[in-house]
């Protein structure tokens, strides 16, 4: 095996283990020790990949929100109209937000956010932003259509993407309900959709 791809490997058993031991645990709770016991090598192994605990948390963050929001990311549902795209995008939305993983790295960063705020930065860059994109994506392509009213799309994108967290992320963080019941996340955004079409849609769409 070359040594760029031995590397490549490491650094990839390194994330792994960490990103478990920190959605374990937490931030604090975790060592160095703790992460090398489960996959061996040394200190200066891992300080020279990423200078340390907070740029080992830092690159696990936006690796998370990278590979969680991709195939969000590559969603398209304009040809579907708004209400029929709204939905099939705020139930992926809030199945990323609100599944065991994507929740135990919320509380994680945010518990972090104020020692680090770089990190919460890098945070909210790779992860609320890029769903904003993706949303203000499609609602910019219903207007061009007619099927939208005019509006400042990205204002439109974040007060949608408002309607859909409401208390339902905030109760699943909260552990008090169980996010992994696709119902409850299917009526909740059939319900988002039809009180932010009241305000935006032009005729049927």
Not at 17 to 29: K, P
Not at 58 to 65: A, E, G, P, S
Request: hydrophobic letters at 40%; a positive charge.
């Amino acid at each position: 095996m070359r040594s760029n791809a031995r590397t490549e490997k490491k650094q990839v058993a390194i994330l792994d283990a960490a990103t478990s031991l920190f959605l374990e645990r937490g931030y604090d709770a975790v060592t160095l020790d703790d992460i090398l016991e489960r996959v061996g090598g040394s200190k200066t192994t891992l300080y020279s990949y990423y200078g340390g605990k907070e740029g080992l948390f830092f690159t696990i963050v936006k690796r998370r929100c990278s590979e969680k929001l991709a195939p969000f990311q590559s969603m398209d549902v304009v040809a579907l109209g708004p209400k029929a795209g709204l939905n099939a995008l705020g139930r992926a939305f809030l199945g990323i937000i609100s599944d065991p993983q994507g929740r135990s790295m919320f509380r994680a960063v945010i518990a972090e956010a104020q020692r680090f705020p770089e990190l919460a930065a890098a945070f909210f860059a790779s992860g609320p932003e890029t769903a904003t994109r993706v949303f203000k994506r499609s609602i910019e392509a219903w207007q061009n259509q007619g099927a939208l009213r005019p509006g400042n799309s990205e204002a439109l994108a974040i007060q949608f993407m408002g309607i859909l967290m409401g208390n339902f992320h905030l109760r699943n963080l909260l552990g008090l309900i169980d996010s992994r019941e696709k119902r409850q996340i299917n009526s909740w955004v059939a319900r988002g959709v039809d009180l932010f079409l009241e305000g935006c849609q032009n005729g049927k769409a």
